[in-house]
């Protein structure tokens, strides 16, 4: 009994000194830093310093040739009552809440249509197609279809529509920007949801077929509730995305005389032009309080979605 009690305390042992300090993590934590610094310095200077450099230039006045001034907190100030930038403030969250509610909805009708196809997998691909397609070609293609003599009203002519609309009028444009947006944008979210989808074992659809639910009743108390966590991921990439929404403006401007009219600015344009705009003074450090303020606004509402969006998770079986 006592040899038994032994070999037991120096397997013990025996274990601890291994776990503790063995050869092999030794060799680990030699190896941790000159495997971690080349990415670590690659992330310092391509990110860190341009955002610490970014939020220093806030406080400062700078067309990027002449001297830095400091102008404290008064580009700040300034943005609160610049009526361009609440205008892309509006906008930005106009496609946020708008083009992110049809974005959805046109997503989960289609990955509940798909998951009842055979072939599912080639419609998936063609949806995904967009994504690989620079804005500026979906801004160029809609000036073509869209623009007076395109082939849109060309075919509405051909129905009897003397008077078409004039798709492309100043009035027009922020709903075709953020209609193409959710062209664009559903086949990417509905490729990532319908991921989430296919893990769902049949039987729960099969046990709620036998209680008597529908389609809806299926997707309200399957498909969404056991989806939730995907749905919550993808709502944020979009919130994120909503931030970027930028060559799609710059090109439909040019519809109507190469400059983006000021009714269809977002807070991407307008760091642009604050920093590189002909048409008024640069102005790198008004360009960075922007981005700043966006970029605040933005987390606040991830922070705030995934707090309102948060459930106890769901444990497949």
């Not at 994504?131 to 007076?148: A, I, K, Q, S, Y």
């Not at 664009?184 to 490729?191: D, K, L, P, R, S």
């Not at 000021?262 to 807070?267: D, H, I, L, Q």
């Amino acid at each position: 009994m006592s040899d038994t009690a032994a070999r037991a305390r120096g397997a013990r042992g025996y274990g601890a000194g291994a776990g503790a300090g063995s050869p092999m993590e030794r060799a680990q934590r030699r190896t941790f830093w000159p495997f971690l610094a080349p990415a670590l310095t690659v992330f310092t200077l391509f990110f860190l310093a341009p955002v610490a450099f970014s939020l220093w230039l806030g406080f400062q006045s700078w067309d990027g040739v002449s001297e830095v001034h400091g102008r404290g907190l008064k580009n700040y100030t300034n943005l609160l009552h610049d009526r361009l930038f609440l205008t892309s403030l509006k906008n930005t969250a106009l496609i946020l809440v708008v083009g992110g509610a049809v974005v959805f909805v046109l997503s989960f009708a289609v990955t509940v249509l798909l998951r009842e196809m055979r072939d599912r997998r080639a419609v998936r691909y063609v949806l995904f197609f967009p994504v690989l397609v620079n804005p500026l070609v979906f801004g160029v293609m809609t000036g073509l279809l869209f623009r007076p003599t395109g082939i849109v009203n060309t075919l509405l002519g051909h129905l009897g529509v003397d008077d078409p609309p004039k798709w492309l009028a100043e009035q027009n444009l922020l709903t075709m920007i953020v209609g193409v947006t959710v062209w664009a944008g559903t086949g990417y979210y509905t490729t990532i949801l319908m991921s989430g989808v296919e893990q769902i074992p049949t039987t729960y659809y099969e046990a709620a077929e036998l209680d008597g639910a529908g389609a809806w009743g299926r997707f309200r108390h399957v498909t969404l509730p056991l989806s939730w966590d995907v749905v919550t991921v993808c709502a944020l990439l979009w919130t994120i995305s909503t931030v970027k929404v930028f060559e799609l403006v710059l090109v439909f401007g040019g519809s109507t005389g190469g400059i983006p009219p000021n009714s269809t600015y977002t807070t991407a344009l307008y760091v642009y032009e604050s920093a590189f705009s002909a048409r008024t003074t640069r102005d790198f450090g008004v360009s960075s309080a922007a981005a700043l303020i966006s970029l605040v606004l933005i987390a606040v509402v991830a922070v705030l979605l995934r707090r309102v969006m948060r459930r106890d998770a769901i444990q497949l079986s």
